[in-house]
């Protein structure tokens, strides 16, 4: 049975940093792409960075609302998918989702088949 659990969400102040994390078991993490996705209250869920096992064009991408601010990394030897989050600001407050599907990592919730079940950011202003 796949698991993804998140950790590491919390509180902080505008332009503060904040990493979260993603261990995640039952599947093979070498063929795993994997990605963050948040939803904010009132609003959809929404596609925030992937990293695919194979890829054409590079690994890692993100979405234009964090590019250069939001980093996205993985360790194999500890089966965790990381976000690391700077110069935050308010509209960066949602739960944020890990998800995992084979090889490609894209920017579509419906095409991952697994997902964790969240963990709250909040940045006050």
């Known amino acids: 049975q796949v698991q993804l659990v998140e950790s590491g969400g919390g509180l902080v102040q505008t332009g503060e940093s904040l990493t979260i994390s993603c261990a995640i078991s039952g599947r093979t993490f070498t063929r795993s792409a994997m990605a963050w996705f948040r939803q904010a209250p009132g609003k959809e869920r929404e596609f925030v960075a992937g990293y695919s096992v194979i890829s054409v064009s590079g690994l890692t991408f993100y979405a234009d609302s964090v590019k250069g601010r939001f980093t996205i990394a993985r360790d194999a030897a500890k089966n965790t998918l990381y976000l690391q989050m700077n110069t935050l600001k308010p509209e960066d407050t949602a739960i944020y989702y890990c998800?995992?599907?084979?090889?490609?990592?894209?920017?579509?919730?419906?095409?991952?088949?697994?997902w964790g079940q969240g963990t709250q950011v909040t940045v006050s202003s």
């Open positions: 998800a995992t599907r084979n090889w490609v990592a894209t920017e579509r919730a419906e095409d991952y088949n697994d």
